[in-house]
Every structure is written in structure tokens, then in C-alpha cells.
């Protein structure tokens, strides 16, 4: 892979590489208002996203703490792993929404 770089670019005068430099950089500045666009648009969802996520929190928690409680009930000696897993999700899950408007204002 690196020879055929090495071939390309010595068989290209630095004018062409230049040229094409330019081309991709231009063509990376039409898309940029598209993104905007795009950003815009998710700002407006940001309170039905962080609803979302607090439903979805909601129920992989008592979903966590049914499993947790089984596993407690039955003896298993791996209940404090499992605790530590999903209570470490939960926390994630519920900071979720607030990074996230804080890249939406």
C-alpha cells in the first residue's frame, strides 16, 4: 500500500497534488451546511430524545433489579458484579440526556 502511495505521489507533479488538495477541500465545505441543517433539526427533538432515554432507563432498571433480585434469591455468588454492571448503566443511561443538551442548547 505504501509503495503504490510512494508511486502515485512521484508520478504526480506537486501543481496536481495541490489541485486535488483544493478539490477535496472545497467539496468538504459543501457539506458543512447540510450538517448544520442536521444539528438544527436534533436540537428541536433534544426534550423527546431525553424522555426516550429515561423510558428506555426506566425499564432496563427494573428489568436489572428483577434480574439482580432473582439472583439473590437463588444464592448466586455473582451478585455484586451484576449490581455493580447494571447500576453503572443506569448512571450512564441517566447522564445521557444531560451531555446531550448540552450539545443541543
Same mark, same amino acid.
Given at each position: 500500500?505504501?509503495?503504490? !502511495? @510512494?508511486?502515485?505521489?512521484?508520478?504526480?507533479?506537486?501543481? @496536481?497534488?495541490?489541485?486535488?488538495?483544493?478539490?477535496?477541500?472545497?467539496?468538504?465545505? &459543501?457539506?458543512?451546511?447540510?450538517?448544520?441543517?442536521?444539528?438544527?433539526?436534533? &436540537?428541536?427533538?433534544?426534550?423527546?430524545?431525553?424522555?426516550?432515554?429515561?423510558?428506555?432507563?426506566?425499564?432496563?432498571?427494573? !428489568?436489572?433489579?428483577?434480574?439482580?433480585?432473582?439472583?439473590?434469591?437463588?444464592?448466586?455468588?455473582? !451478585?455484586?458484579?451484576?449490581?455493580?454492571?447494571?447500576?453503572?448503566?443506569?448512571?450512564?443511561?441517566?447522564?445521557?440526556?444531560?451531555?446531550?443538551?448540552?450539545?443541543?442548547?
Amino acid at each position: 500500500m505504501k509503495k503504490t !502511495v @510512494k508511486k502515485i505521489a512521484g508520478t504526480l507533479s506537486k501543481r @496536481k497534488l495541490l489541485s486535488m488538495a483544493l478539490v477535496l477541500g472545497m467539496s468538504s465545505l &459543501a457539506f458543512a451546511g447540510p450538517i448544520g441543517t442536521a444539528t438544527g433539526t436534533l &436540537a428541536t427533538y433534544r426534550t423527546e430524545i431525553g424522555g426516550l432515554v429515561y423510558a428506555i432507563g426506566g425499564i432496563v432498571g427494573f !428489568v436489572g433489579g428483577l434480574r439482580i433480585y432473582n439472583k439473590w434469591q437463588n444464592g448466586d455468588q455473582d !451478585v455484586n458484579k451484576e449490581l455493580l454492571g447494571y447500576g453503572g448503566a443506569m448512571i450512564f443511561l441517566f447522564i445521557v440526556p444531560t451531555i446531550v443538551g448540552a450539545f443541543f442548547p
